[in-house]
């Protein structure tokens, strides 16, 4: 059984920067590619950003390119997103889950953490 535990979320202004962790616990971590979604207010969940099991790869929506950063440290289970020159469009809760390495954009485990929420205003 995996355990996702987000955090980082905070109101902040537009242009403004953010980290947000995810703590993975299990033995998943160290083996697998990590994700980033979120899920903005009415909408669907969506994918925003991967990292290859060995963190010598990423992938990026094309809404965030550029602007965000993903990493992990695989020493403390975690997975980092780092994001900058945030907007209004940022606005959502993001979550982590573990991801195809096939297809980053499909998520392993069905049950996700509680996310964390990222509010950006002007």
């Known amino acids: 059984q995996v355990q996702l535990v987000e955090s980082g979320g905070d109101w902040v202004q537009t242009g403004g920067s953010l980290r947000l962790s995810c703590v993975v616990s299990g033995p998943f971590f160290s083996r697998n590619p990590m994700g980033w979604f979120r899920q903005p207010p009415g909408k669907e969940r969506e994918f925003v950003a991967a990292?290859?099991?060995?963190?010598?790869?990423?992938e990026y929506a094309d809404a965030v390119k550029g602007r965000f950063t993903i990493s992990r440290d695989d020493a403390k289970n975690t997975v980092y997103l780092q994001m900058s020159s945030l907007n209004l469009e940022d606005t959502a809760v993001y979550y982590c889950?573990?991801?195809?390495?096939?297809?980053?954009?499909?998520?392993?485990?069905?049950?996700w953490g509680q996310g964390t929420q990222v509010t950006v205003s002007s």
């Open positions: 990292i290859s099991a060995s963190g010598g790869s990423a």
């Open positions: 889950n573990v991801v195809n390495g096939g297809n980053y954009r499909d998520h392993i485990f069905d049950s």
